[in-house]
């Protein structure tokens, strides 16, 4: 009863307020911030803004379960001025802004894009007319959902957790005149704007919601306003305003097409034989490019590299639910226009070599963020390689690793920003023996690597889908095959440096973390957690039925969703639980009959009671252990591969054009 | 930070039979220095040897090292019969240069296993030692006793060896140069051993005689130099030519000592065919008076005594040089810069003998 | 059952060899109780060379105080049950050096020793067999009421 | 490649191990374990005197002779400075023990000569 | 050359030349020049003074450098001309106590003896610390 | 059905250990042979591993219990998973599960040896697991499907066709199995530079679990070389063993290599041979 009463009542919401929630409810609360600067009044806003946001995205998507159907909505003008017209001013107005802000920074780069994109803009408004979509500008399938809820929720989460953060960020740098408001502004408007990013269906909106993150990206990567900051923040919108240059370029051929600009027309118009589709192939590469910014694929991997000077919220934003999510979010979109042709093999290239790339790379990182940024390159490689793959199999495999990456990772980096708060340290070297110091982030530290990499945790399921689905392109298999062992080595060489520790007895000791630093920690890892355990409902409730909703649309004649017996069949369940098992059972005898503890072999030399390892060298000295982990710089170092790598991702995208310009 | 390891290697350690230290500081694999840290055999022999009277030191510095143990009381007698002075009967100089000649075989046969072992070739090295057992057999049935023989005494030898056992030597003897002819092969042409030994630790013969180096690790980076060339015992009456490789490395100084096996072996026929009739020892008369610096070829290198008497029962000081002891300057050289998994290798490249060492 | 975990105890010690400070000859003599003409793993022992693998501390020499030190701390580091083996003359007294300034007479004064094996060098085969008598030793006393092998090493070192 | 063929030779060949002791007769002249026979024993102390490792100790006006086994290292000096040749040297070695054996062997008290 | 030359006691080793210490590192470094293989250093306790002899060898002949050093002064290392010394030096200081100052590798008078060993065991005079 | 594959897995789950022990045991007595000694007693494995159990626990720190418990978990589960037939691929991550357990507990103690262990064992993770995830292609490639158990419905046996994922899977067991040249990370015999490397922190019962796990592991790889003979339970597994004894004597007639050359063997060569043999494989399906 109760039930019906729960169901009726989402039934009964508008899903356009809701719409408007998502989208217009973060940029508010994030004008209010700023515009009040009262520490309380801020936390609170953002608080509230959590909670509704995420309640409205969760009724969304209950909304969604229910009446399975995707949602058009057009939200009604306010004051009698269209939202086109308003969505118009504002693009106008971010171009403009990016032109200024070329004209500071005296970046000639910036400014040419920029300059670039407005002028595209302002041809295709101005000079070409273009056939305005009839269609509700507005669109939410059961795939832009489920990306909302995640976006919503990891986003709010992070939110949450700046709040502690900057504080304790601006404590730590003696910033007295705060930033915290404009912080806040930022972070606020970011959410909302790739929600409207992934809800728009109007291509124009989607180009000004794409430029609205990169503005935002922008602001947050210099909010520290060190040189640093400013000069990776410069390189950061560069390389965005080359995909935001690329996107209008698209635009500005689908237009020349005479296209209406929707999302879903341009789709159904690609499913309409071989010519169309063929037609469609170079816009479509224009915005796999725009796509590539934003998510770092290969040749455009520095700025996310130069983005952890930001402060780690925005890290964990960037690199888990938002921004990278927006690019791939994109191509997945995008995807069936190009189901077979060659331009989707190259994709899949693209993407295969970012995630050997990304992670060859982070190997040599012993910079935390960075080897969560070269991480993150890499999982977004396989997206795209998956993405690329293009058949239901693949796709399903896409949208599973952009649902456990989002959670893993932003749960790594708020857990590294909180080490980094307590340690003022980003060396994973430093960490050595965190476990015995923080024993408590560790401990979810090290659940959110194996996330990343081990079974039954839900990251690597997908990755078996993603194997199990490249075996269409073997050579693209054998670079996913070497991308996944190299991932292995530095998540193990990391939570390996955490654990390791000197002689102790098991014991439980706690450190005290701030509630909003431990209770988004706990969220995410148990939501990593619960999503690894429940992994069959998840791909047959929510991921499979996204993928055939948008996917089998418009490809009815690909191939059927497989029915993934091999992956679903396989008792993860009973897997996790008797691996739970192995775990506590040897916890649960130790509490029982405790071992005796001894330090640790040295070759006879140890020196005991202290609290390192120590021991006698020459003279009698007593010398500590120091053991550090490898890095084969020579090998690995970003010195020795920037250079081909950079030469192999260009040679990818133009590649990319020439497969869309020459063949089907 | 800096990516720095700091590591203890040894004193006890499965690849090191003796007890020593290396202090390793690398990065990544890569040593970067090594710091030896010794005194864990450490006795004060010098100083025993100064309480004891001079005969009965024989037995004592015979006991500084089991696997030399006869070259040491061979080279210490050498220096008192300098001083007494006392001439050696030539069947006794003869036998010196037998047993010395089968220590070196053994110890050289020890080592090409130990060497072996260093790199993880197990089967190897039990090849090299059961081949060594068999010289062990000899030195029972000779000497009477498997490791230190005590059989070199002030004036000659306290043993003869019979014409039977001298028949069983040169029986043994070809026998274990043909198990030879098998495991060297094994060792200096394998793949995988020339991967792991070709080019590591490379010492110049410029760096190796500044760094003091003795024996085969002179020889191997390509300089003639053998104390047996200066010809006691008998060495001056037997043809030979000391073993001599160019490359340095530690390929270079494996079959520096792998060769000696042969030379040893060479040795010991000659020997045993000019061996003349004879006494065997002459007696010593009066008490040694004097300073006197004697060497004699160890298997490792050069090894020195000095000793000071002043014509009473006890010695005014005996000073032992051995020749690892010259040998460990040159290693703290080699190491750096080498893998991790080099370091077992190097290290044993010289034959480290720490009792011999430390004294 | 029961039986069966003591048999297969002493079928198959592992031992850690130290050189205390002896002149080599004992060593070498334990390392050629592993070769094939004597090949003491048919006893399953093997040398694990590692304390805190090992069931027996095989001891050679004559024990300085840098090395006591290190003896100590690999004891410290073997799980109970364990023996420990002086070997050879050194180890036992001192041997011909017991005179000297840096040595210590033998293991005794280090650690609780459970096998003696005279000689210098003693014969590779009296190495392995003191080894097994050794085991043998460890045995008994495990079979005791009180098994020593709870105990703190601090306290069964007491009890001694 | 070299030792393929030796490990396979080893392979199919009997194992070099000896089952010793019960199949070795002992060597002739080997230094095994110092034995006295006190018999003629005259108490003079040359043995004793000669001992590198001071393991044998006399004491003449007791008569008896102490051999400390564990300090002995087989150098056959004692033999050798024994005019009367109590000192023998055993083929067998000493086999290994549980406790410190106490060897002492106890002549007969020195006569005085008016007893005689 | 088994049996000595001559018969007669000898007094003082062959090929030995007596230096000042002052002139010590001038003699070394002059024996580098001439590519001579350091041997060892012999240290020898004369009661008021210590006997240093210096080892070298040419092509397997001995050369012997005999430095007398009272017992306080300050003898300088030779380890930067031959590295090789370092270890002997460390060994001499450690064990009589002679002041041998400036090695490449200095271990403190912890080369051989630990802490609790008493000083200078080979010194005929002991010294304190 | 289900019961009978519960059986089955028991079954697995239990004769697995005895006759990975008794493999080893033979294992050390033929590398004894070879080395012309007498060996140990067939059983001496058995020994071993009683008497580790019996013997006192002495810990470094409590996260050695886990990543023992683990490792020895998903050894045992990746032979239930083979036996029952179930997907290769989840079987290989089941594995590398267990390697990265192990691994953790390798560095979870700070201890030089260990860690370094570690830091090697990492490396040779990365030299085999691409030969394995490229074993599993091969077989989907033949089979059309990643089951194991589809292997079973082949008419010929995989040897004729992938016959040089044979010399692969022999690259893999000397590494899997510690053995010479790929002793890198910790060897069966402890003269090694590395003591013995990523096992050295573990001890009494801990290395008992250790073992057995190793004796899983055993059998599991010889289980999945088996595979490669399926039609004749004799030929398969007298493949299977002629693998090992191949590993064994491979084992004894080698030095120990440094890790950067099994990383250039496992990836120049061992890729370039499964390559290689799909390369063929397609040609020869193609015409
Ligand atoms: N050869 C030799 Fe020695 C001597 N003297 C040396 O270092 O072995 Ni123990
Ligand atoms: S007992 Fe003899 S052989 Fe053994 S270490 Fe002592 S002196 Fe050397
Ligand atoms: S045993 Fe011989 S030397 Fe010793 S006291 Fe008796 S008679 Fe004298
Ligand atoms: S054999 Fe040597 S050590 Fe033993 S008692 Fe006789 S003289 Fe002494």
Known sequence: ?664 | MALKTVIPFGPQHPVLPEPIQLKLVMKDEVVQEAIPHIGYVHRGIEKAAEKMDYVQNVFLVERICGICSFLHALCYCEAIEKLLPCEVPPRARYLRVIWGELHRLQSQHLWLGLFADAFGYESLFMEFWRNRERVMDLFEKTAGSRIIISTCCIGGVRRDISDEHLEEILQTLKEVERALDHSIPALLEDYTVRKRIVGKGVLTAEKAVELGAVGPVLRASGIAEDTRMTGYAAYDELDFKPVVETAGDCYARAKVRALECYQGIELIRQAIQRLPDGEIAARPRGRPNGRVVTRVEQPRGELLYMVAANGSQKLERMRVRTPTFANVPPLVAMLPGCEFADVPVITLSIDPCISCTER | MFNFVHKCRKKSPWIVHFDAGACNGCDIEVLACLTPVYDVERFGIINVGNPKHADVLVVTGTCNRRNARVLRNLYEQMPEPRAVVAVGACALSGGIFHECYNVLKGVDGILPVDVYVPGCAPRPEAIAEGVLMAMERVEQRSREPHSQMQAEPAEREERR | MRMLRNVMRNLFSRPSTRLEPQRRAPIPGVRGTVAFETADCVYCGACGLRCPAKAIEVDRPARTISFDLFKCVGCACCVEACKKGCVQMREAYAHPSYQKPDILFQGAPVLKREEK | MSAPPGGAALPDIEACEEIELSALRAAVQRCRDQRLRFITITCMDMGETFALYYHFDEKLKMRHLLVHAPRAAEVASISDIYFAAFLVENEVRELFGVNITGMAIDYHGHLLLTEDNEPTPMAKVRMEG | MEVERILLALAALLFAPIVGGALTGADRKLTARMQKRIGPPLMQPFYDAVKLFSKQRLIVNGFQSVSVSVYLASMALSLVLLVLGMDLLVLLFVLALGSVALILGGFSVKSPYSQIGSQREVLQLLAYEPLLVLMVVAIYLKTGSFSASSVMSLRQPLIYSLPLFIVTMILVMAIKLHKSPMDISGSHHAHQELVRGIYTEFSGPQMGLIEIAHWYELVFLLGFIALFWHTNLLCGALLALGCYFAVIVIDNITARMTWRWMLRVTWLFGIGASLLNLFLLYGIAGR
Request: some cysteine; hydrophobic content about 55%.
């Open chain 1, 1 to 664: 009863m109760q039930f019906m009463d729960v169901a009726s009542l989402i039934r009964s919401v508008s899903p356009g307020a809701l719409i408007g929630i998502l989208v217009l409810l973060p940029a508010l609360s994030g004008l209010l911030v700023f515009a009040v600067r009262l520490n309380a009044a801020r936390v609170g806003i953002v608080i509230v803004t959590a909670w509704v946001v995420t309640g409205a995205s969760l009724t969304l998507f209950l909304w969604g379960a229910l009446e399975q159907r995707s949602l058009l909505f057009t939200p009604p003008p306010v004051g009698g001025v269209s939202w086109d017209l308003l969505i118009l001013l504002g693009d106008g107005a971010l171009l403009l802004i990016f032109c200024i802000l070329g004209a500071a920074r005296r970046s000639p780069q910036i400014f040419a894009l920029a300059l670039l994109q407005a002028g595209g803009f302002l041809w295709l408004e101005a000079g070409m007319k273009p056939p305005h979509a009839h269609a509700a500008p507005l669109a939410a399938d059961w795939l832009a959902i489920i990306m909302t809820l995640i976006v919503s929720i990891i986003g709010m989460i992070i939110a949450t957790y700046a709040l502690p953060y900057m504080r304790d960020h601006e404590a730590h740098h003696q910033i007295h005149v705060s930033r915290k408001p404009r912080f806040f502004l930022f972070l606020l408007l970011f959410l909302g704007a790739m929600n409207g990013l992934l809800l728009a269906d109007n291509l124009l909106w989607l180009a000004s919601f794409w430029e609205l993150t990169t503005l935002c990206s922008f602001m947050l990567i210099r909010h520290d306003g060190t040189e640093e900051a400013r000069r990776n923040a410069d390189r950061a919108l560069w390389m965005n305003l080359l995909g935001g240059v690329a996107m209008i370029a698209g635009i500005l051929l689908l237009a020349a097409r005479g296209e209406p600009l929707s999302v879903r027309q341009v789709l159904a118009d690609s499913a309409g034989g071989a010519a169309a589709q063929t037609a469609l192939l170079l816009p479509m590469a224009c915005f796999c490019l725009a796509g590539f910014t934003k998510s770092a694929q290969m040749p455009f991997q520095s700025w996310l590299l130069g983005a952890m000077v930001a402060p780690t919220p925005v890290s964990a934003l960037l690199h888990s639910s938002t921004m990278v999510k927006a690019g791939v979010y994109l191509i997945v979109r995008f995807a069936p226009a190009f189901h077979n042709t060659y331009l989707s093999d190259v994709v899949a290239f693209v993407g295969g070599f970012s995630f050997v790339a990304g992670a060859l790379l982070a190997i040599g990182k012993t910079n935390a963020k960075a080897v969560l940024a070269y991480s993150t390159i890499s999982n977004l490689g396989l997206i795209i390689a998956c993405v690329g793959l293009n058949t239901p199999l693949a796709m399903t495999g896409a949208v599973m690793l952009i649902i456990f990456h989002s959670i893993s990772k932003g749960m790594l980096f708020m857990a590294t920003g909180v080490v980094e708060q307590h340690m003022q340290t980003r060396d994973i070297e430093e960490m050595q023996g965190l476990v015995n110091t923080m024993p408590l982030t560790t401990s979810l530290m090290v659940i959110g690597i194996l996330s990343m990499l081990l079974p039954p945790f839900g990251v690597l399921i997908a990755k078996l889908v993603a194997l199990e689905a490249s075996v269409e392109l073997p050579a693209l298999l054998i670079l996913l095959i070497l991308g996944s062992t190299m991932t292995v080595v530095f998540w193990t060489k990391w939570t390996g440096r955490l654990l390791s520790s000197a002689p102790s007895t098991p014991r439980w000791g706690i450190e005290r973390l701030h509630s909003m630093y431990l209770i988004p920690l706990l969220l995410l890892t148990s939501g990593a957690v619960i999503f690894s355990l429940l992994v069959v409902p998840v791909l047959t409730q929510l991921v499979i039925p996204a993928v055939t909703q948008y996917y089998e649309a418009i490809r009815p004649t690909a191939a059927q969703i497989p029915p993934m017996g091999e992956v679903l069949q396989f008792p993860w369940l009973p897997f996790a639980l008797t691996l739970t098992a192995a775990v506590l059972i040897p916890l649960w005898i130790m509490r029982a009959r405790r071992p005796q503890v001894r330090d640790v072999y040295l070759c006879g030399e140890q020196v005991s009671g202290l609290p390192t390892v120590t021991f006698r060298a020459a003279g009698e000295e007593k010398t500590e252990l120091l053991i550090s982990g490898y890095y084969f710089e020579s090998w690995v170092g970003e010195e020795t591969h920037r250079r081909w790598m950079t030469a192999v991702g260009v040679a990818l995208c133009i590649l990319l054009f020439g497969t869309a310009s020459l063949w089907k």
